[in-house]
């Protein structure tokens, strides 16, 4: 028995963009001045470099598998963040990076009293030196090592000045829609973000941004999506039957694959551009025992 499967197609046609509004699941801050101590339980979280020449490092995870369909295609996304703190004696302005983080933390729930200064990290809470207290399991380089913890290439970047201009707004940029892109399609390597200080070596940089324990101030994530149309197919008398809403003036090609981690994905065929909305019909004979299809734009 001939056993059929397909993949859904990898971009919308014929549909309207949807906008999704995601909070953070975690967020919390790694202070060199505090290097033993969790921020997570905290209503900010800090970033950017002190006037003692001491880095913060921000943290944010969303979960994007959550907020969207498993077959949406992400278009754009903006990151809003308030800015609640600022150096008391005078501020440096900086540019502020997101650096998709490449291994798991755990946010922790201290708070300390005063806040400001959190309290000693629990078993498997992160602080500047671990990402789970108490266990083998540090970063690289304590406050998090580029290339290790987290990608040396940064996915989106904002100038902060003070409170007075509060939100401050990341994206939309490319590497930050791929970084989502990758979260939502693989779940599994989905760490967050780290939010960092272009130049550390400047001081009075610091700032501290609300965070998700704070209702009305924190981080909001503003995604912008398209659910991606499945592509129909019909099986008779051994032929497959493909077919999908094409738009205008798009090209498309069919392509095929006898498993998910073929590469190069083999083109079936290929759909010239026409002036208005059609729906292209392909067929395929084969006698493989599975076979996944995409459309591709051309």
């Known amino acids: 028995m001939i056993r059929w499967l397909w993949f859904s197609c990898l971009f919308l046609v014929g549909a309207s963009a949807e906008t999704v509004y995601v909070r953070p699941v975690a967020d919390t801050a790694l202070l060199e001045a505090f290097p033993t101590n969790n921020f997570g339980g905290q209503r900010w979280f800090n970033a950017g470099t002190t006037q003692t020449f001491l880095k913060n490092h921000g943290l944010i ?10 077959n949406a295609r992400i278009l754009s996304a ?50 500047w030196t671990h990402r789970f207290a108490f266990t083998a399991e540090t970063w690289a380089a304590p406050g998090g090592s580029n290339g290790v913890d987290y990608a040396s290439e940064h996915s989106v970047d904002t100038y902060v000045y003070d409170t007075l201009l509060s939100p401050y707004k990341f994206g939309p940029a490319a590497a ?10 693989h779940p599994e390597t989905n760490f967050g973000w780290m939010l960092i200080a272009e130049h550390e070596e400047i001081n009075f940089t610091a700032r501290r941004f609300a965070s998700r324990e704070d209702p009305v101030l924190g981080p909001v994530l503003a995604i912008n999506f398209v659910v991606q149309p499945l592509l129909k197919i019909d099986i008779s008398s051994g032929t497959i039957r493909l077919q999908f809403l094409a738009e205008a003036n798009q090209a498309y090609a069919i392509e095929h694959c006898d498993g998910l981690t073929c590469n190069p994905w083999l083109v079936l065929t290929n759909f010239p551009a026409e002036p208005t909305s059609y729906t292209p019909i392909a067929t395929d004979t084969s006698v493989s025992p599975q076979r996944y299809y995409r459309v591709k734009l051309e």
């Open 78 to 127: 903006t990151l809003t963040v308030e800015v609640v703190g600022q150096p008391i004696d005078g501020y440096n302005i900086q540019n502020f990076r997101l650096h998709r983080v490449l291994r798991d933390w755990a946010e922790g729930t201290n708070n300390g009293a005063p806040p400001v200064l959190g309290s000693p990290a629990e078993t498997n809470e992160c602080n």
């Open 61 to 70: 995870r969303f979960d994007i598998a959550a907020a969207l369909p498993a």
């Open 176 to 185: 930050m829609t791929a970084d989502l892109q990758q979260w939502l399609e």
